[in-house]
């Protein structure tokens, strides 16, 4: 059996664990011949591929990033969703003619879409949910998640001696886009005040009398986690919006951060080279037994799978009732409508 593996979407740390744990157990415990096809589903069109062999993958369960690359390929999502047959039919000669049996597509909601769309024209797919994002739908969690968080929660912490120096609010800008999992996550473990979500919007009312009402108990600061993706009445960036209007209705100083792709660079957690290594495993199990069209998953305490039709154009995301939500709600802390 051949197979190929690609990366597409937003890096994660835990990529290369993946890669490894579905190249090694493909090639140790079943003898497949496998095949890194590089930067995304544009490698797939130009064939741009890479023979991965044991030696190979060696050395690279510790490296961020993805050694094969990633791309938003818009081309390959246009062909794909193209009402003319002749761009489908180029993607299955490119398949054929790289005489894959699978395709093993490790990536993000948009990759899963892709993966299953491949599988609708008679393709063997399997997908890897990736992403720091956690916002993949079907899995309880991704890898690259805990390692965002680690990083994120440790910026938050190390903001806590400044703005307590200078009795400022500090507001620091998480990543995640429709979800706010990072946030959320860090935001609570790094001892934030008040925790804004895509999910659940704001009231500035509320995020202000919450400062106002900080100082008055004689606390000297405050700090104020946001994700990225809330939505805006303005164009700028939320740690810039949040920051202007709290200093602007507060009188209090002000500073913002934007910790960015710190978040997603470097090395994974622990944690992120075993979830990997355990869903790269569970893939090669999956081509072995034939069972295609699926994406691997941690459902509760087991690896698993489910069909990429429950998968894809779906996104997990927060709601009032998620229990880091309640229990953070119970203690005090704001999440900007309450
Ligand atoms: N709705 C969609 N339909 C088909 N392909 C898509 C769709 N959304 C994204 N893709 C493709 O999937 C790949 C990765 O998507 P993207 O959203 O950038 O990252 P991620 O997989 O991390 O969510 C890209 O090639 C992109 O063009
Ligand atoms: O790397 P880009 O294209 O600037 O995208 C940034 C986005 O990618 C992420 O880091 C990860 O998202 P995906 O996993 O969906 O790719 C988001 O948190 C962020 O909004
Ligand atoms: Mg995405």
């Not at 949910?129 to 890898?143: A, L, R, S």
């Not at 951060?257 to 355990?278: A, F, H, M, N």
């Not at 199990?285 to 799978?305: Q, T, W």
Request: aromatic letters at 6%; a neutral charge.
């Amino acid at each position: 059996m051949k197979i190929g593996i690609l990366s597409s979407g937003g890096d994660a740390p835990g990529i290369n664990a993946t890669i490894r744990g579905v190249g090694k157990t493909a090639i140790n415990n079943y003898g497949m011949q496998v095949i890194g096809i590089q930067n995304g589903f544009s490698g797939l069109l130009y064939k741009d591929i890479v023979e991965l062999t044991d030696a190979s993958l060696s050395g690279i369960l510790n490296l961020g990033g993805t050694i094969l690359g990633t791309a938003r390929e818009k081309v390959f999502r246009k062909m794909i969703t193209s009402p003319d047959e002749k761009d489908r039919e180029q993607i299955k000669a490119a398949y054929q003619e790289l005489g894959l049996d699978c395709l093993v597509c490790i990536g993000g909601n948009g990759t899963q879409r892709t993966t299953y769309m491949l599988s609708q024209l008679g393709l063997n797919v399997i997908g890897v949910p990736k992403t720091i994002d956690n916002d993949v739908y079907g899995t309880d969690v991704t890898f690259g998640f805990d390692t965002a968080v680690n990083i994120a929660t440790d910026a938050i912490d190390r903001l806590h001696s400044t703005a307590s120096s200078h009795r400022r609010v500090m507001v620091i800008e998480l990543m995640g886009h429709h979800a706010g999992w990072i946030t959320l996550y860090a935001g609570m473990a790094g001892g934030a005040d008040i925790i804004l979500l895509p999910e659940l919007g704001y009231n500035m009312k509320v995020i202000i009398d919450k400062i106002n009402k900080r100082m008055e108990l004689g606390k000297a600061y405050s700090i104020v986690a946001v994700a990225e993706g809330v939505e805006l009445p303005t164009k700028e960036r939320p740690a810039t919006y949040f920051a202007r209007e709290i200093e602007e209705q507060t009188g209090y100083e002000t500073r913002e951060t934007v910790l960015g792709y710190i978040q997603r660079g470097g090395s994974p957690s622990p944690s992120d080279k075993i979830l990997g290594t355990l869903l790269g495993g569970h893939a090669a199990d999956l081509i072995h037994e034939g069972k295609f069209g699926r994406m691997v998953a941690k459902l509760g305490n087991k690896i698993s799978d489910v069909p990429l039709s429950e998968v894809e154009g779906k996104l997990r995301l927060i709601t009032p009732d998620t229990d880091l939500v309640v229990q953070g709600k119970k203690m005090g802390i704001s999440f900007g409508v309450w």
